[in-house]
């Protein structure tokens, strides 16, 4: 395995881990992520690694943002993202980025088939959208707090890198 998948893995474990247990990912954490990102490309493609670390940096804020307008992805994912496509790359992290969606709706889908609230859930959905076009108000998707319906995205992100750092993409 290569630096990057072994770098990429440790901080996509450590931020999972941090966001089941704490329902966030510290910032001092990711800051430590960027920063060894940088050190990274640095390393690896001297003066051109600046432009490479902030393509890949850049790339998932510009992609992700809107979800977080409207509260459906953290800011801690996104700025997960950010670190891991500081490492992998502009063109790599979105791989990441997609495979990650896969597996998370692959997840949710198996919570929704196991819990039994599929049709509730889905009724939530249309009603958000129904609001948001009524009252043009963006208000979070999602309720804070450990409540089964939250979906830790650190999770299918880690999952993701771990195809990264098996050299699956």
């Given at each position: 395995?290569?630096?990057?998948?072994?770098?990429?893995?440790?901080?996509?474990?450590?931020?999972?881990?941090?966001?089941?247990?704490?329902?966030?990912?510290?910032?001092?954490?990711?800051?430590?992520?960027?920063?060894?990102?940088?050190?990274?490309?640095?390393?690896?493609?001297?003066?051109?690694?600046?432009?490479?670390?902030?393509?890949g940096?850049?790339?998932p804020?510009?992609?992700?943002?809107?979800?977080?307008?409207?509260?459906?992805?953290?800011?801690?994912?996104?700025?997960?993202?950010?670190?891991l496509?500081?490492?992998?790359?502009?063109?790599?992290?979105?791989?990441?980025?997609?495979?990650?969606?896969?597996?998370?709706?692959?997840?949710?889908?198996?919570?929704?088939?196991?819990?039994?609230?599929?049709?509730?859930?889905?009724?939530?959905?249309?009603?958000?959208?129904?609001?948001?076009?009524?009252?043009?108000?963006?208000?979070?998707?999602y309720?804070?707090?450990?409540?089964?319906?939250?979906?830790?995205?650190?999770?299918?992100?880690?999952?993701?890198?771990?195809?990264?750092?098996?050299?699956?993409y």
């Open positions: 395995m290569q630096v990057s998948g072994w770098l990429t893995l440790m901080i996509a474990f450590g931020a999972a881990c941090m966001d089941v247990w704490k329902e966030k990912v510290e910032n001092r954490f990711l800051v430590c992520g960027w920063l060894l990102g940088l050190g990274y490309q640095l390393g690896a493609r001297q003066s051109q690694g600046v432009l490479y670390f902030l393509a940096a850049v790339l804020v510009l992609m992700l943002w809107v979800l977080f307008l409207f509260r459906m992805l953290g800011p801690g994912d996104i700025k997960l993202l950010s670190v496509g500081g490492i992998m790359g502009a063109e790599t992290v979105l791989f990441c980025i997609f495979y990650s969606f896969i597996l998370g709706a692959i997840l949710s889908l198996a919570f929704l088939i196991t819990c039994g609230n599929f049709l509730q859930r889905f009724s939530y959905f249309s009603d958000y959208i129904s609001t948001f076009l009524k009252t043009k108000k963006r208000v979070p998707y309720f804070t707090g450990a409540r089964p319906e939250n979906i830790h995205f650190t999770v299918p992100v880690l999952m993701g890198v771990m195809l990264y750092a098996g050299g699956f």
